[in-house]
């Protein structure tokens, strides 16, 4: 009973610190442009400001939001599918794949080709590169090495400067216009988020959160092992691929929507299970996504007010990676 009141206050912060988060978020256009409109604070550009918050933040926040869910609950699907705490799709360089897809659709099928230009056309085509090379890898690699944490690791580090080498070989040799259509279709922060492409991706962004968080009795089964979860009536190949088809179309969602946020997942469900204290996938798939939410959204406010020294990315990425860091020296007790 204690456990149960304990789970309810926990929701209960993270839930009111998400919206906190959020009201900053929305507020923080205001306190940036707050000079221009000081002097003149008649009620017309009172509700002028109020109507930009709202034109400029709500697309961005609905991002955000779609962002944090997705990459908290692939990432905790993708331990699970590992056996480990450490590892998570970014780890593999699954978020670099995304990049070095767009530059090959640049050199191989040109800048101004309806697949590059045409926001849906681009995704799909991407989405489904995406995820033949995510179950090539399963087949060739996870599966046989899903234990093996250095090894995966090392794969992640191959992946990644293998894909970067040859995304830069391959912007050496294009045209300057090619070049620039390249740079915006990776190129992507929360600041200049296609609006379009997110209002479009909200069904299915909110399709493959409800398939995922549906079978967190399964996840919470295929946690015991291969071995048990088939003993208890689990087709563990079958649901990993399935996880893997999700977990492949959430980030090329994410990293199409915001970019690369690396140690994002990684963060909020460890920290998730650190703080709830529970194995079951249910609970730790709301918590961590809280989490997200509450570390994007507080991170962009303090970008924004410093008057973007640096980007959100980056430090995230800069946390995450002290705290992976602080995973690998404490593995005895955490993985």
Do not use: C
């Not at 204690?2 to 919206?19: A, E």
């Not at 017309?44 to 109020?50: D, E, M, T």
């Not at 939410?293 to 303090?302: H, P």
């Not at 990676?321 to 005895?332: P, S």
């Amino acid at each position: 009973m204690r456990h149960n009141v304990t789970l309810k206050k926990i929701y209960l912060i993270l839930i009111g610190l998400s919206f906190l988060s959020i009201i900053f978020f929305m507020s923080a256009w205001l306190v940036r442009y707050y000079p221009h409109i000081a002097g003149n604070m008649h009620l017309p550009n009172i509700q002028k400001a109020i109507l930009n918050i709202l034109s400029e933040r709500t697309g961005q926040m609905v991002a955000m939001i779609i962002s944090a869910l997705l990459i908290s609950s692939t990432s905790l699907t993708f331990q699970t599918l590992t056996h480990n705490r450490i590892l998570t799709p970014a780890s593999l360089g699954f978020d670099a794949i995304f990049a070095v897809t767009q530059t090959l659709l640049v050199a191989g099928l040109g800048f101004v080709h309806v697949f590059l230009t045409n926001v849906y056309f681009n995704f799909i085509l991407s989405s489904l590169i995406m995820l033949g090379i995510i179950l090539l890898m399963y087949q060739m690699v996870l599966r046989k090495n899903k234990n093996n944490i250095i090894f995966l690791l090392l794969v992640g580090i191959v992946i990644s400067s293998m894909a970067l080498s040859l995304s830069n070989v391959i912007q050496s040799m294009l045209s300057d216009d090619a070049f620039y259509q390249l740079q915006s279709l990776t190129t992507v922060t929360i600041t200049n988020i296609n609006r379009e492409l997110v209002y479009l991706l909200m069904p299915f962004v909110i399709l493959i959160a409800f398939l995922i968080y549906r079978g967190h009795r399964t996840y919470d089964v295929m946690a015991l092992g291969e071995s048990q979860a088939s003993n208890l009536g689990v087709n563990y190949q079958q649901e990993s691929k399935r996880a893997l088809i999700y977990i492949a179309l959430a980030i090329a969602m994410t990293t199409a929507l915001v970019g690369p946020l690396s140690f994002l997942g990684l963060l909020a469900v460890n920290l998730a299970r650190e703080i709830t204290k529970r194995y079951e996938h249910k609970h730790l798939f709301i918590t961590s996504a809280l989490i997200s939410i509450i570390f994007l959204f507080f991170g962009q406010v303090v970008i924004e007010l410093t008057h973007y020294q640096t980007t959100l990315t980056t430090v995230i990425n800069l946390v995450g990676g002290i705290y992976m860091i602080n995973l690998l020296i404490r593995k005895d007790k955490t993985i």
